[in-house]
Each structure stands twice: as structure tokens, then as C-alpha cells.
């Protein structure tokens, strides 16, 4: 089913949108519906490894479809693909709100991330726990923009570097080379942190 289509054949996604907008009770439901798998491919591109998705997933779909609920009217997409764009927004971040539930925030967490990620051995070690991601996401706070999407590419969506050349628009050898430069400054990070602390 294309993304523009809804399950009810010859029902397009715009025209759902436009009917829910205009306050029609019954185009709620197939709307939803037809949002829901969209959702998904989104979860496994994004958060899956091997094509399967976190066993959260279910969860987040289901935030993300309140969420869209809640905040419909204030959607000021005028497009179909600019509402589903939107719609992606709240599915990622709903899906970062779930991953930091996991793991609280305490005070040695971000030193951990900056550890687990700076070193070359362990960054591709095959933990798809939530609580990974998480300490991509407290990781990614310290790297420009690229590098910290260039962090999430590789060790949460497990991308391989062909493809995460590809997603950032360069080689994947300029990837490759970008994710190391990116490790050694967040050795870097925390020799520094390590040299503060026996200072004081």
C-alpha cells in the first residue's frame, strides 16, 4: 500500500486528512489506521537492527497515534507529505522519550556513553538494548549535528557505512572516516575530564 492510500481502497491520505480536519467523525479511524504502518517502517528504519524493530515499538506507535490525535489542529502541514514529515517528528520523539524511561539519567551515564562509544572495539559490540540508545542519545549531546546522526545511523539503526555514506550524501569511506574522528574526540572528552579530575 503506498503511503498516499488508505486501507479503504480509493481513499487517499490527503482526502482523510482533509475530512478529519473538516471535523468528519468517521475518517478518524481509517486515518489511523493508515498512519500506523507508515509509523513502523519508520521505527525499524530509525531504531531496528536486522530489519526488526525494539520490543517497545508497539507502545510507541500507540503514543505516537494519541499524540498525533491530541495535536492534530495544530498540524500546519499543507501537504501530504509534510503531515506525514510531522507525523515522523512525534514518532521520533516519542520513541526517545520511551529509550530515556528505560534508563534514568544519573550522573555517571554520560561518562559511560562517551566511554562505550570512544573506544573502537566495543562501539560495534551488538547490544541493541534501550538502554544503548539512550546512551547514543547522551553521547550525540557533545557531537556537531552530522556526526552525532552519523553516531545514530551506526549503532542504532546499524546501518552499514555504504549506507550511512548514502543517508549523509558522501562516500563511505568519508563516513568511516568522520565516525573515527568522532571517536578520538570523544576520547579526547573524556582524557580531558579525566585530567580535571586529577587536578582537583
Not at 547490544?127 to 542504532?156: M, Y
Amino acid at each position: 500500500m503506498r503511503a498516499s492510500e488508505s486501507p479503504d481502497e480509493g481513499v487517499t491520505l490527503d482526502a482523510l486528512i482533509a475530512a478529519v480536519r473538516a471535523g468528519d467523525p468517521d475518517a478518524a479511524t481509517p486515518l489511523f489506521c493508515t498512519l500506523r504502518p507508515i509509523v513502523r517502517r519508520f521505527l525499524v528504519a530509525r531504531f531496528g537492527r536486522g530489519g526488526r524493530v525494539h520490543p517497545w515499538a508497539e507502545d510507541v506507535e500507540q503514543e505516537t497515534l494519541f499524540r498525533v490525535h491530541v495535536h492534530f489542529h495544530a498540524c500546519r502541514a499543507s501537504s501530504v507529505g509534510g503531515f506525514v514529515a510531522w507525523v515522523l517528528v512525534i514518532a521520533r520523539t516519542a520513541a526517545l522519550d520511551a529509550l530515556r524511561a528505560e534508563l534514568p539519567v544519573e550522573r555517571d551515564t554520560v561518562r559511560s556513553a562517551i566511554e562505550q562509544f570512544a573506544d573502537e572495539n566495543s562501539a560495534d559490540d551488538g547490544d541493541d538494548s534501550p538502554s544503548r540508545a539512550v546512551r547514543v542519545v547522551q553521547a550525540q549531546a557533545l557531537l556537531s549535528p552530522c556526526d552525532a546522526e552519523l553516531l545514530w545511523l551506526r549503532i542504532v539503526a546499524n546501518r552499514s557505512w555504504v549506507e550511512v555514506g548514502r543517508e549523509l550524501g558522501i562516500s563511505w569511506t568519508a563516513a568511516r572516516r568522520r565516525y573515527q574522528r568522532a571517536q578520538r574526540f570523544l576520547r579526547a572528552v573524556l582524557d580531558g575530564a579525566d585530567r580535571r579530575g586529577d587536578a582537583s
